[in-house]
């Protein structure tokens, strides 16, 4: 009789979990609020209940499960299961994560950064499930990534393969948290979007609501440019376009670099689909080594919201 998975997608708002089969298939899934209080010390029991609980509220027991697989913001060290640095969530010191669960639920326990977990759904059940050479790229608060070579998630020497936000693309362009200048991330996350276009507004001179609503109070986010773009507002259209030129200029650096067959763009900036996607491509395709411009495909993540624990559920796979 085949066993099932768990998945733990953990946010800073909210954590995502989710009971699969051995297939992938989501058999049951729900959210709890990330309680970051007191040091985000309270997250790892909240997650442990709220398994217990529906553990035994579909009349199962820990035998029915293979095991656990996590995503979590953060540095994350897999060899120790621990996590630190991840600072929405309250965990600047090291926190002993694998020890806490498998404890709190009696499992076999994997844990790895967000964004590679992201990039493991999309590559088993998704956008890339059909390839053996994937790059994922999550445009949301951030830009983060994950790289599949031959089957295999690379993590680097030192876990910082897929860190696709901090490919410079504009040199002395905006410092970015990291401590560099002209970071992808600076440009084409949904804060960086809205910081191109507050700066594109102050030279504009044509009629546009955007420039019209960068001078008032009202609150100007991604998702208000593209629709704003979608519905032929000359700064919006400009705004994306100079977003699409960094990101398509970054992923054929990826391109030429890995030659994937497929890069993957997932994340909430993602949903603004072919108004985001055609662009981009057009400037990859422009930038990127022939062989490559003719090889590697720009995708749209297939997964949203449930590629996190998916995912993360995969790693437990492992366990069997």
Known sequence: MSKNLIGIDLGGTTTK???????????????????????????????????????????????????????????VNRENGT???????????VQPIRKQIQEGLGLPFEIDNDANVASLGEYWKGAGSSEDDVVFVTLGTGVGGGV??????????????????????????????????????????????????????????GTSRLAELEQTDEKITSKL??????????????VVDKVCFYLGLALSDIGNTLNPASIIIGGGVSNAGNTLLQPTTKYFQQN???????????????????????????????FR
Request: glycine content about 14%.
């Open 148 to 205: 599949i070579a031959n089957g295999k998630l690379l993590h680097g020497v030192n876990g910082g393969a897929g860190e696709i936000g901090h490919i410079a693309v504009q040199p002395n362009g905006y410092l970015c948290t990291c401590g560099k200048k002209g970071c992808l991330e600076t440009y084409a996350s949904a804060t960086g979007i809205v910081r191109v276009a507050g700066d594109m507004a102050k030279e504009f001179n």
């Open 83 to 93: 996590v630190t640095e991840a600072y929405n969530l309250g965990w600047k010191t």
């Open 288 to 318: 990127a080594f022939t062989s490559v411009r003719d090889s590697t495909k720009i995708k749209l993540a297939e997964l949203g919201n449930d590629a996190g624990v998916i995912g993360a559920a995969s790693m437990a796979l492992q």
């Open 17 to 75: 979990m989710a009971f699969l089969n051995e297939d992938g298939e989501v058999l049951d899934k729900w959210r709890i609020l990330t309680d970051i209080s007191d040091n985000g010390s309270h997250i790892v029991e909240n997650i442990v209940k709220s398994i217990s609980k529906h553990i035994e509220d579909s009349g199962k027991t820990t035998n029915d499960f293979i095991g656990i697989g996590m995503g979590t913001p953060g540095a």
């Open 225 to 238: 440019i593209f629709y704003l773009a979608d519905n032929g507002d000359i700064l919006a259209n400009q």
